[in-house]
T-cell receptor
Framework: NAGVTQTPKFQVLKTGQSMTLQCAQDMNHEYMSWYRQDPGMGLRLIHYSVGAGITDQGEVPNGYNVSRSTTEDFPLRLLSAAPSQTSVYFC?????????????FGPGTRLTVL | AQSVTQLDSQVPVFEEAPVELRCNYSSSVSVYLFWYVQYPNQGLQLLLKYLSGSTLVKGINGFEAEFNKSQTSFHLRKPSVHISDTAEYFCAVTGTGGGADGLTFGKGTHLIIQP
């Protein structure tokens, strides 16, 4: 198993550009989520999904969209990038309800918005 | 809603010395607790977790943590650290009520091992 994969590893955008951060897992996990990590802030939940076709907002959802058309993939879309979205983004997945299972994290995408 | 406080942003310690990383949480409901480690330029890896049962939890790499409900704490300890333990450590919490609202993380503690 490849686990949780994320692409790209690094990305530089200009303000106003759009892009999609890709996340995929091959463990047949129902639960997937996106976090952003900022210095001194820990990780904060952006969006999550409990299964294909179901998504919901986390703590910091503004400026981001998600969809979950398959169990394996959970892309994160930035419609109009802003410098405040400069961060490291982590995707995570777990097998069932979050509370009892280990969350597996991807290696992260480092995004810079100029 | 939950919150997590990691009191120390950095903890320097000499190699082979013991270490304790502190974590306190606040929650109106019962919680599950986690410690994750992040090595430089990598993702997060689970060290250990408390779900129920014994309040002393043992994890990977010789780490352990003790859940103290009365003090709402979940401190991480290791009796003898190694240079390879240099990393960022995150305490995290989630409610047990079945809501899939993700993990709430502390701001992290940078463990610095000095030779």
């Amino acid at each position: 198993n490849a686990g949780v994969t994320q692409t790209p590893k690094f990305q530089v955008l200009k303000t106003g550009q759009s892009m999609t951060l890709q996340c995929a897992q091959d463990m047949n996990h129902e639960y997937m989520s996106w976090y952003r990590q900022d210095p001194g802030m820990g990780l904060r939940l952006i969006h999550y999904s409990v299964g294909a076709g179901i998504t919901d907002q986390g703590e910091v959802p503004n400026g981001y969209n998600v969809s979950r058309s398959t169990t394996e993939d959970f892309p994160l879309r930035l419609l109009s990038a802003a410098p405040s979205q400069t961060s490291v983004y982590f995707c995570a997945s777990s097998k069932q309800g979050l509370e009892a299972d280990t969350q597996y994290f991807g290696p992260g995408t480092r995004l810079t918005v100029l | 809603a939950q919150s997590v406080t990691q009191l120390d942003s950095q903890v320097p310690v000499f190699e082979e010395a013991p270490v304790e990383l502190r974590c306190n949480y606040s929650s109106s409901v019962s919680v599950y607790l986690f410690w994750y480690v992040q090595y430089p330029n990598q993702g997060l890896q689970l060290l250990l977790k408390y779900l129920s049962g014994s309040t002393l939890v043992k994890g990977i790499n010789g780490f352990e943590a003790e859940f103290n409900k009365s003090q709402t704490s979940f401190h991480l300890r290791k009796p003898s650290v190694h240079i390879s333990d240099t990393a960022e450590y995150f305490c995290a919490v989630t409610g047990t009520g079945g809501g899939a609202d993700g993990l709430t993380f502390g701001k992290g503690t940078h463990l610095i091992i000095q030779p």
